[in-house]
């Protein structure tokens, strides 16, 4: 029987399609039997200012190890120390660019991103690492949550000390502040408005260009942990501190929410777990390095400040109306205030004297 030449490409495109769909088939079929195919490998590129051979890195190192392993080599944290790739607002940048997948950051410039990233932060909060405890506890879910919504995963938050004022010329009293030249992270509005409120003019600079500014005169007092100074290697500068903490300075190590999305769900779990017990290590060591470190201080010279308690009292009444002029600007939510200060009105941390460094 003879067919029209219509007739003869119908039956053609049906037997084309037929074979299609017989081939789509037996891939469907080769992919039940194999399984889903797992997910491309991942290397998250960290940058942190902690230089190598610091304890901070060997810690980060040590988590991405771990991690590696974990996953099998699915995912695996390059790190870059030494501030190479620039300060906390240019790893963002190259974050959001793509170019970096994390950065170990201050509050200050999460900030941008979630503005009560800096609430631990905030001037004369804290007394002692009992009450840090016990905020960290009640607030840090808060905040982490905030952070992805703004964009970031955090991995680990690690406790850096407390922050006290150090200088190249001797500051006894908020008086002798507003003479000197007094350095503020860039993008930290909670450091500038205490400083405003106080009666100071301060510098904004990035962490990076601390150590040079210090040389140059450029700024003359700045406020770290005693092993923050050492550290980022401030302390050949310093020549006094100021016995009243300051503030409570931490670290977030964070990744782009969408990498942390490209991930499969137990991979997210090994890296998490890696990297808070990280932070945890980080912290403990932290606290007993920066005991180590103050009495390093004082043996090269550094002459401890101590304010009595009048002193201390116009200090704290400064705190008091930065903070609730912060509220008032909107620079930080009252609610997350709330939060904190009912994490320190439980039994366990209430009416606890004030550290000082000469405790250490």
Request: glycine share 8%.
């Amino acid at each position: 029987m003879n067919h029209s030449p219509l007739a003869a490409r119908s039956l053609s495109i049906a037997s084309n399609s037929s074979t299609r769909w017989r081939m789509l088939l037996a891939i469907a079929l080769v992919g039940l039997l194999l399984g889903p195919l797992p997910l491309a490998a991942q290397t998250l590129k960290i940058a942190t200012l902690a230089p190598e051979g610091s304890p901070w890195l060997r810690e980060l190192r040590r988590a991405g190890d771990e991690v590696e392993a974990a996953t099998e080599g699915r995912v695996k944290l390059k790190y870059y120390p030494g501030g190479v790739m620039g300060n906390d607002a240019t790893v963002l940048r190259k974050m959001r660019l793509g170019q970096l997948q994390g950065g170990m950051l201050t509050g200050s410039e999460l900030s941008l991103l979630y503005k009560d990233a800096q609430t631990y932060s905030l001037p004369f909060l804290f007394q002692d690492m009992a009450e840090v405890d016990a905020v960290r506890k009640a607030m840090d879910a808060t905040i982490e949550q905030g952070l992805a919504e703004g964009g970031v995963r955090v991995l680990g938050m690690a406790g850096v000390g407390f922050a006290y004022l150090m200088s190249v010329q001797p500051i006894n009293t908020a008086a002798d502040l507003r003479q000197a030249k007094v350095w503020v992270p860039q993008n930290d509005r909670i450091s500038e408005i205490t400083f405003r409120t106080g009666g100071v003019s301060p510098i904004s600079l990035p962490l990076s260009d601390v150590f040079t500014s210090l040389q140059t005169g450029q700024i003359d007092t700045v406020g770290n942990t005693p092993s923050g100074a050492i550290l980022l290697q401030w302390h050949g500068r310093l020549r006094y501190l100021l016995d009243i903490p300051l503030a409570y300075v931490i670290g977030f190590l964070v990744i782009n929410e969408r990498d942390w999305q490209a991930m499969s769900e137990p991979d997210r779990a090994a890296l998490k777990a890696a990297a808070e017990a990280a932070s945890r290590r980080i912290d403990n060591n932290n606290r007993a390095d920066d005991e180590k470190a103050l009495a390093a201080l004082k043996g090269q010279g550094l002459a401890v400040i101590e304010p009595d308690a009048e002193e201390i009292a116009r200090w704290r009444e400064v705190g008091d109306r930065a903070i609730a002029q912060m509220v008032a600007e909107g620079v930080i939510s009252g609610d997350i205030l709330e939060g904190i200060r009912a994490a320190l009105a439980t039994p366990d941390t209430a009416s606890r004297p004030p550290p000082t460094a000469a405790d250490h």
